[in-house]
């Protein structure tokens, strides 16, 4: 019984891979690899990157919830921009030379068309999309566009200091 118990606490404290991850559905390699993509479509010039405005914390928090359905596209994709990485450059995607980069990103949007329209489409959405679901760091991308940041839907909604029937 002892020993079973153990096992048991073993496996709750050791057994999963995403235990060393900072994130809570990728895998910090995955994040790096999606990082690179991500910033392939929306890069760094007077604004930050999509990866600095926190879409891969917005791609891997919808993973967990809403794009429940798209895990295994993602971890296929991932492995595939790798894979072609590693084929033109000897490296992870994420390793690679910047300038190499967009050939990679190239040859997987050719390929594998399906996966870079989905990851190009959650792009768009985490770096223009509220900060609250994790992207748009700082409301980087409506600054950029020169928006106010919208209030708050819900109680800030509504003055409640007028009393009910305001």
């Known amino acids: ?11 709750i404290t050791g057994c999963s891979w995403r235990n060393s991850s900072r994130w809570e559905f990728l895998s910090n390699a995955q994040a790096e690899t999606l990082a690179a993509l ?3 479509i929306i890069p760094e010039d007077d604004f930050p ?3 600095q405005a926190g879409v891969v914390v917005y ?3 919808q993973l967990m919830g809403p794009y429940r359905r798209h895990r295994g596209a993602y971890q296929g994709g991932i492995e595939s921009a790798d894979q072609i990485s590693r084929k033109f450059c000897g490296v992870a995607l994420a390793q690679a030379r910047p300038t190499m980069r967009q050939e990679v990103v190239s040859a997987l949007a050719e390929r594998f068309r399906e996966f870079f329209e989905m990851v190009r489409e959650h792009t768009m959405e985490g770096y223009y999309g509220s900060p ?3 992207g748009n760091r700082d409301a980087v991308s409506w600054r950029m566009l020169g928006l106010k940041e919208p209030p708050l839907r819900g109680r800030a909604h509504y003055d409640l200091s007028k009393g009910r029937g305001s």
């Open 38 to 40: 991500a910033d392939q």
């Open 49 to 51: 990157s999509a990866s």
């Open 59 to 61: 791609i891997d928090r």
């Open 132 to 134: 609250r679901h994790g």
């Open 1 to 11: 019984m002892a020993g079973t118990a153990a096992t048991g606490a073993v496996c």
